[in-house]
């Protein structure tokens, strides 16, 4: 029997569904009754509906809630058939009307995603474009695309579908140098985030044969970029650009200092490809040899450092500004699908670092939302809906391969239209996590979150690489696709089930990169959930509002996965919450917690994840280098630090406001006062939230 869903689309008749349904609205109502007695009433009520449908081919998804409602009435459970009843007139209501969203989540809507300003049924069929199972999947917060394609898909402009590329890595000469801001340049106008590596440019002071005798050095060129970067607009925003040199680049410690003092370079984040020999280098507290040769001149540039004192410096530079990043470089090329292609070789990494890229390579992006595959949340009953999960999971594969054969031409140059062409990459990835640990009952980084993210993660990979090889049964693998390359993989050995791999073996895989965690700041903002890997920030955080009087109004706002979870449990207090809530915010978490999930999700992740980890201010630079080291040990790929009150930090409500030394990346300083102040609304920064700055105002970030 097929049931009929509101937008004309048939599906399978699913008994497990029902009884989901049947069960929220039971405990809403009755959350003390015994569970088998919540079991048994839940079956009961789905065989009448399978029974009193099971002779016809066809049911519409009214009729089976209609039977639904009459049964709970004939049984005498009244009040959980009312409570069945507002289920199904919210749901009606968010088909009409759109999410249910605040001011700030309205604002970034408007004027990130609906700029058309249309109603949101039209919006919804403009990002799905004819897709009725993304339409659905997006109106019901399951899924949803990054924002480039929410921003341009269906729009008739010069503009591209994916949030980030990486250049070419600039060669050591000016006409390279500068070809690479041109590229910049034009890419951002597309709105797209770019990252490039400088390490192939020559060194400070070494010889040049031009009338300047010797170069500026690497490191100079950053303003070339940043400034391109401030320059070219995107839709009311800046550029967003990333970074990177070698650790044995000679002016490694110039990159390192670039922005601890009043720098140029505002707009770009930096990090630092980290090899295993350098931190094999750090733990022996052995020397540790900068080296470039000249090409054009055959000049050896070599410095000898302890390692240990470089490291020191990193980690004293992250304490103090939050920059710079570590790339953890060896576990970056050699983890994920294509590590043995021979014509595979990454240069760079995208902006906020979760999608490292090819020359000219870019990634479409979209996440699950996993939160919401937790049946019975908030009660002890709570467990992960994995099969729908697996089969939302192939439906977000499908979506962004529509996107990526929709936006092939729409790519800024040649080179990434032939990139997305031979290597068709997506990044498919997941939000939500931490919320979905709060809704299950258990602590961010326990044991019990581990084993649920070791499980969620191998559905999550296995789906989408089953879904992939569909789609290359039906359409053909990417062109540069080598099964014996593929197989040898260590990342594909370790984590593909036989089945899947036996699928691939026959067919092939219609994608060489496929999952992600991206920061989703500003999605997550506006869906009121955790975003991609990061804790919760806080328990609640400050709004500002303006009153009847004129004046500034500032009040708690409590974050909606704990108003949720104090509404269902009846906690008025914040304070009354339990520890495993409490001992799970971003400042208070235990680091080594926080980076086993991260870990956990990476063994899954074949591209990257973006993290930063929040400190307290108490936190020390010995600390930090512990972390780092850590991190390694676990076999991040990468991460940053935020440290709570040091000199990037700007505005954070928390702790009510605070004078800062530097602007935020992404914030422009204003004469109105002496705080940071958003660059696209002029309102000061009041949160930072999920490794993000955030403005509470319009929803500003630069990890939009």
Not at 513 to 541: H, K, R, V
Request: aromatic content about 10%; proline content about 3%; overall charge negative.
């Amino acid at each position: 029997m097929y049931v009929i869903k509101r937008d004309g689309y048939k599906e399978v008749f699913d008994r497990a569904k029902i009884e989901s349904v049947i069960m929220k609205s039971i405990n809403e109502v009755s959350p003390t009754m015994e569970n088998e007695d919540k079991l048994w009433l839940a079956d009961a009520i789905t065989c009448t509906v399978e029974l009193r449908t099971s002779y016809k081919a066809e049911v519409s998804i009214e009729d089976i809630q209609d039977l639904i409602e009459e049964d709970l009435m004939d049984r005498g459970h009244s009040k959980i058939a009312k409570a069945f009843i507002l289920y199904r007139q919210n749901r009606n209501e968010v088909r009409q009307k759109g999410w249910q969203m605040d001011d700030l989540q309205q604002s970034i809507f408007d004027k990130k995603y609906n700029s058309e300003d249309v109603k949101f049924d039209k919006w919804l069929d403009r990002v799905s474009n004819g897709n009725p199972k993304i339409r659905k999947l997006i109106r019901d917060k399951k899924f949803i695309f990054a924002g480039r394609i929410l921003a341009h898909r269906g729009v008739n402009k010069k503009v591209t579908y994916s949030n980030c590329y990486v250049m070419g890595e600039p060669e050591d000469n000016l006409e390279s140098i500068f070809d690479t801001a041109k590229d910049l340049a034009r890419t951002y106008s597309y709105g797209g985030g770019c990252g490039t590596d400088i390490s192939l440019l020559r060194p400070k002071n070494s010889k040049v044969n031009n009338s300047a005798e010797e170069t500026s050095g690497a490191v100079s060129f950053m303003e070339l970029y940043d400034l391109t970067t401030k320059l070219i607009g995107q839709n009311g925003r800046r550029g967003a650009l990333m970074l990177s040199i070698s650790d044995k680049h000679p002016d490694l410690l110039e990159f390192i200092d670039i922005k601890t003092c009043e720098s140029a370079i505002t707009k770009a984040n930096i990090s630092v490809k980290v090899s295993d020999g350098f931190m094999d280098a750090v733990r022996s507290e052995s020397e540790w040899k900068l080296s470039f040769t000249v090409i054009d001149t055959g000049e050896v540039i070599e410095k000898t450092y302890q390692a240990i004192d470089i490291y020191h410096k990193m980690c004293m530079t992250n304490w103090d500004w939050a920059e710079i990043g570590f790339l953890f470089w060896d576990r970056i090329t050699g983890w994920h699908l294509m590590s043995e292609h021979p014509d595979h070789h990454y240069v760079g990494v995208n902006p906020c670092a979760e999608e490292p890229l090819m020359k000219d390579g870019s990634c479409l992006l979209g996440s699950m939302n996993v939160s919401k595959y937790v049946l019975y949340p908030f009660t002890p009953q709570a467990k992960f809906d994995y099969e729908k999960f697996g089969g939302d999971v192939r439906t977000g594969v499908i979506g962004l391969n529509e996107v990526l054969d929709e936006g092939m031409s729409r790519h800024p140059l040649q080179g990434q239209r032939d990139n997305a062409r031979d290597w068709r990459q997506i990044g498919l990835g997941a939000m939500g996590i931490a919320d979905m640990f709060i809704k299950m009952g258990i602590a961010y980084g326990s044991r019990e979150s581990i084993d649920l993210s070791e499980k969620v993660g191998i559905v999550l990979l296995n789906e989408a690489l089953m879904q992939s090889s569909i789609l290359a049964k039906e359409s053909g693998s990417f062109p540069m696709y080598n099964e014996s390359a593929l197989f040898s993989s260590p990342f594909f050995q370790e984590n593909v089930t036989e089945e899947v791999k036996n699928h691939i073996a026959r067919y092939g895989l219609r994608n060489s990169q496929i999952l992600t965690i991206a920061p989703n700041g500003s999605i997550s903002t506006m869906w009121g959930i955790s975003g991609g890997i990061e804790s919760i920030f806080d328990i609640s955080y400050t709004r500002k509002t303006e009153s009847l009087f004129g004046e500034d109004v500032y009040f708690e706002v409590v974050t909606p996965i704990i108003k949720q979870y104090m509404e269902v449990h009846g906690i008025v207090k914040t304070e009354d919450l339990p520890s495993f809530i409490l001992e799970s915010t971003a400042h208070k978490l235990d680091y080594k917690k926080r980076i086993m999930v991260q870990a956990t999700w990476q063994k899954r992740i074949d591209a990257s994840i973006s993290s930063t980890i929040n400190l307290p201010k108490s936190a020390t630079v010995f600390d930090v280098e512990e972390l780092y080291l850590y991190a390694h040990e676990m076999k991040l790929k990468g991460l940053t630090v935020f440290r709570d009150g040091c000199k990037k930090m700007g505005i954070l409500t928390t702790g009510g406001k605070k004078e800062t030394d530097a602007p935020v990346v992404g914030i422009k300083e204003t004469n109105k006062n002496k705080y940071n102040t958003c660059g696209e609304c002029g309102e000061p920064i009041e949160v930072i939230t999920n490794g993000c700055v955030i403005c509470m105002n319009c929803g500003a970030s630069p990890c939009a």
